[in-house]
């Protein structure tokens, strides 16, 4: 029941001038973006419990109880290669992938605003 335990709690993204300043805007959004993404995996969603410390997946024996359907170890989510942004941002607000299928416990069926959920995935991309 640990791992359920642990998924409950975590249950728990004109002119020369303007256009300059534009630019700036969008590069500083995008910044401000990724910081409250990494601020939303690393200290609210806690995803590093189970993605592990850099988010490169692990090993999840130790969680494990016999019977449970349950997945044995968590992927890399470090540049989130396996999803496009915009399935990313789906599945972190319905816990739906592509397809309609769900991620097996113990990750838990996440139900992020649109926001929270775009800086979530801008803070995973950002990453290696
Ligand atoms: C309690 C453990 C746990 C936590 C916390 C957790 N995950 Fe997971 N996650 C998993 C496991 C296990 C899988 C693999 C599920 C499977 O293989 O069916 C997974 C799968 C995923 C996938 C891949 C879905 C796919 O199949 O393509 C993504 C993306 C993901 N997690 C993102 C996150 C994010 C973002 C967070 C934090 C907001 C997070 N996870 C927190 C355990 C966890």
């Not at 290669?81 to 416990?105: C, E, H, K």
């Not at 069926?109 to 995935?121: E, S």
């Amino acid at each position: 029941m640990r791992a359920y335990a642990l998924a409950a709690i975590v249950v728990c993204c004109a002119s020369v001038a303007a256009a300059a300043a534009v630019l700036h805007a969008s590069a500083q959004t995008s910044t401000d973006q990724i910081a409250r993404g990494q601020y939303l995996v690393m200290s609210v969603g806690k995803c590093n419990d189970c993605h592990g410390p850099k988010l490169q997946g692990s090993s999840l024996i130790g969680l494990l109880k016999p019977g449970m359907p349950f997945a044995y170890r968590s992927p890399k989510i470090a540049g989130l290669p396996q999803l496009s942004t915009a399935d990313a941002v789906t599945f972190l607000q319905t816990g739906r992938l592509p397809g309609g299928a769900r991620a097996r416990p113990p990750m838990p069926q996440y139900r992020f605003n649109h926001g929270d959920a775009a800086a979530v995935v801008a803070y995973l991309k950002s990453l290696k």
